[in-house]
Nanobody
Framework: QLQLVESGGGLVQAGGSLRLSCAASGRTFDSSAMGWFRQAPGKGRDFVATISRNSGAIYYAESVKGRFTISRDNARNTLYLQMSSLKPEDTAVYFC????????????????????WGQGTQVTISS
């Protein structure tokens, strides 16, 4: 099972940008679909974006489409989330997650499809 560690969170003003990274250790990163989720205070964990193991398929939540970009570097075992035009409602703890993938274009949007999670990184957007 992969071990995942997120980084790159912080405090930025509305309209700003951040780039989150998720470093994976283990031998199955390039055979895993990956995803980003977020959890705001007092709320459940929400899907943000997902990418298939070969980057051939990507899917975003409507709330972030056009502002966030998910990508991965299988050679570096790293997942990224480039966030721009940030809004106060993007404030949350952001988690990366890994799911066993049965094909190059499979991706997953439900949290219970993922079996490995990072500890999360805090993103705070001030208005």
């Amino acid at each position: 099972q992969l071990q995942l560690v997120e980084s790159g969170g912080g405090l930025v003003q509305a309209g700003g940008s951040l780039r989150l990274s998720c470093a994976a250790s283990g031998r199955t990163f390039d055979s895993s679909a990956m995803g980003w989720f977020r959890q705001a205070p007092g709320k459940g964990r929400d899907f943000v974006a997902t990418i298939s193991r070969n980057s051939g398929a990507i899917y975003y939540a409507e709330s972030v489409k056009g502002r966030f970009t998910i990508s991965r570097d299988n050679a570096r075992n790293t997942l990224y989330l480039q966030m721009s035009s940030l809004k106060p409602e993007d404030t949350a703890v952001y988690f990366c997650a890994a799911a066993p993938s049965f094909g190059g274009t499979y991706y997953y949007t439900q949290a219970d499809e993922y079996n490995a999670w990072g500890q999360g990184t805090q993103v705070t957007i001030s208005s």
